[in-house]
């Protein structure tokens, strides 16, 4: 797939089919993820990836934690506390056409919530990807992780896959440690689903919007 191809039709897939994704290609994709940037070679990643027995025994175990209702609170803020225009017009723009491409009102939050608690089943995907980074990094590390993930999910296209990646597994730290088995100094970043897209699927046929080129990229010189 030309790397334009793979840039375009990334997105994030939020209903997946069973079908297994062998190892050997998770493998080789990521191996060649591998070579993203990394300033001064650090590659601060930590990557677990989990299917089969393991994974389906973290989606029971993540059914029991959510009953019991509460997150556990992220050990970083995935967005600012104090967001602004357009930052903040963009997020409520983005949950909004999403749940309007499901029928889901404003109004029903039983059922809001219902659809995000699916996150925690990975939609359905059959492997699940953990990134994790030691606490001692600093920001231009985690944006490292960034380069690494966004490599990794644009290969994962060229195979004809598809992915999602997850802050929301940021949201249960005391969940997650044990069970990644995480050393205390390192700090879980983010859960990213991987499989084959369930192509009919209502919420597969909608994509976020993106800013125009002007409104975020300023010219000189030319």
Request: charged fraction near 25%.
């Amino acid at each position: 797939m030309d790397i334009r191809d793979a840039v375009a039709s990334r997105r994030s897939v939020r209903d997946f089919l069973d079908t297994p994704v062998p190892e050997a290609l998770l493998r080789r994709v990521l191996e060649q993820a591998l070579r993203a940037p990394s300033g001064g070679n650090l590659q601060p990643w930590h990557l677990h990836i989990l299917s089969g027995e393991p994974l389906a025994r973290l989606k029971a175990t993540m059914q029991q934690r959510l009953q019991q209702g509460g997150a556990e609170g992220s050990e970083y803020d995935v967005y600012p506390k104090e967001l602004v225009s357009p930052y903040r017009d963009r997020r409520f723009q983005v949950g909004e056409a999403l749940y309007a491409q499901l029928g889901v009102p404003r109004e029903d939050k039983a059922a809001r919530l219902r659809w995000f608690a699916r996150n925690y089943t990975f939609f359905g995907a059959p492997v699940a990807l953990f990134c994790s980074v030691d606490r001692r990094m600093g920001p231009p590390q985690w944006s490292d992780l960034g380069m690494m993930l966004q490599t990794l999910m644009l290969l994962l296209r060229a195979e004809g896959l598809d992915s999602c990646a997850q802050e929301c597994w940021a949201m249960y730290p005391q969940t997650l440690a044990p069970f990644l088995q995480l050393p205390p100094e390192r700090m879980l970043f983010t859960g990213m689903a991987i499989g084959y897209a369930r192509e009919d699927a209502l919420v597969n046929q909608w994509r976020s919007s993106r800013a125009p080129l002007d409104e975020v990229c300023r010219f000189e010189g030319f």
